[in-house]
């Protein structure tokens, strides 16, 4: 039975202890891509401008503006414009207001946490690896996730015409192609890693977005009610639909404790780093000095990349910290100050009357302003030819 796995699929007996038939049903989505994404990517390769002209007309005024649309053009949009029964929309806007509301700081947790707890899998890291995207560029490509994240949590941002929505199907693309590239290269080992962007990486994505982000916020001394809670893993659930995310793998957003229980599932199970693991985060640790450049004089650069670093080995605990070459200093403590002082300020914003809209608008407009400056006014590429 063992070789129906990848290799990655690590701790596998204590998997199926503790997890029963979801161990072995999880490890089985290794080997699953997106086939409607992969297939409409392969047609765009084939039409060429035309097919694209097509694919554009559909992102902004959906499937039913393109005449006869060729059936992989038909399939992708007609997932994407199929609303899940569980979709509330009223929720997701609760949801997005509720994660605006973590602002910079929120953003300084989805680098130190979410992605850096991401690349402590070498199997996962590898289509980063093979296509050089955080290699060249670093910033940019993180400011582009960045401005992901933000459209996303826009309020109503994953309704169709709006950024979020036609990103988050963007992204579904760039996976295919992608996916695409990493299994015509001879160095891919499909036994070892998986498939290239397989499904459940793209689960473990949608976690570190939401369940980390949510946890880190809390470290810091953000207050986020279960209600809100549930609608920010709802908001990711449904931009996970976007995307191209299983089903299956979907419904265990559908509650924090089905979230918590297939969040420890994939921790299990997952390899640890190796010299690309190492690498992808020495070029991540940087990246916060090269974002404060330009917002203030040079020793905030040095403070904002100290500081983001600490959280990094706070928030990811000392194993991982130790096995990425994470710095171990003082900083590491920085949670606390910045805690002591949220903490006051959040039992404030509960109980005036509008202070809960007021930092959302406030954080949101810093973080969206901010975006603009790291990428310098131009849009973030989300080119999927």
């Known amino acids: 039975m063992s070789e129906s796995f990848p290799s990655r699929y690590c701790n596998r007996e204590q998997a199926r202890r503790e997890f029963g038939a979801d161990a072995d049903r999880y490890a089985s989505y290794y080997l699953m891509g997106d086939p409607i994404a992969d297939d409409l990517a392969a047609w765009l390769h084939r039409g060429g401008e035309r097919a694209k002209t097509q694919l554009e007309g559909a992102l902004e005024h959906g ?17 994407a414009e199929s609303i899940p029964s569980w979709v509330d929309f009223a929720e997701l806007r609760q949801g997005a207001l509720a994660y605006q509301r973590f602002g910079i700081l929120g953003m300084i947790v989805l680098s130190a946490w979410s992605l850096i707890n991401g690349y402590h899998s070498s199997a996962a890291v590898k289509p980063l690896a093979f296509t050089g995207q955080l290699r060249h560029n670093a910033q940019r490509r993180l400011a582009e996730t960045a401005r992901f994240v933000s459209e996303a949590s826009q309020v109503d941002g994953l309704r169709r015409g709006r950024p979020g929505y036609e990103i988050s199907l963007r992204v579904a693309l ?134 983001h670093n600490g959280l990094a080995r706070a928030l990811n605990g000392p194993e991982i910290a130790d096995n990425l070459g994470i710095p171990n200093d003082l900083w590491k403590y920085s949670e606390y100050p910045v805690r002591a002082v949220l903490t006051p300020l959040e039992r404030l914003r509960r109980v005036i009357p509008g202070a809960s809209a007021l930092v959302a608008h406030t954080n949101n407009t810093i973080i969206r302003r901010d975006l603009e400056r790291i990428l310098r006014g131009a849009q973030a590429e989300f080119d999927v030819a």
């Not at 499937?63 to 992708?76: A, H, T």
């Open 63 to 79: 499937l039913s503006s393109v005449p006869n649309p060729p059936p992989e053009l038909r399939g992708f949009f007609e997932r």
């Open 174 to 307: 760039i996976h295919a192609h992608v996916r695409s590239a990493c299994a015509r290269s001879p160095g891919w080992r499909t036994e070892d890693w998986g498939v290239p962007i397989n499904q459940a990486d793209m689960l473990g994505t949608l976690l570190e977005f939401s369940l980390l982000m949510l946890d880190g916020a809390q470290r810091l001394g953000f207050h986020v009610d279960p209600s809100e809670r549930k609608a920010i893993l709802a908001m990711w659930r449904y931009a996970g639909h976007l995307s191209g995310v299983d089903p299956w793998l979907l419904k265990h957003l559908g509650s924090e404790v089905e979230t918590r229980r297939i969040a420890e599932l994939i921790r299990l199970v997952q390899p640890g780093p190796d010299e690309d693991s190492l690498a992808l985060t020495r070029q991540l640790l940087n990246v916060p000095k090269q974002n404060a450049r330009g917002a203030g004089p040079g020793v905030l650069g040095v403070a904002v990349s100290r500081f």
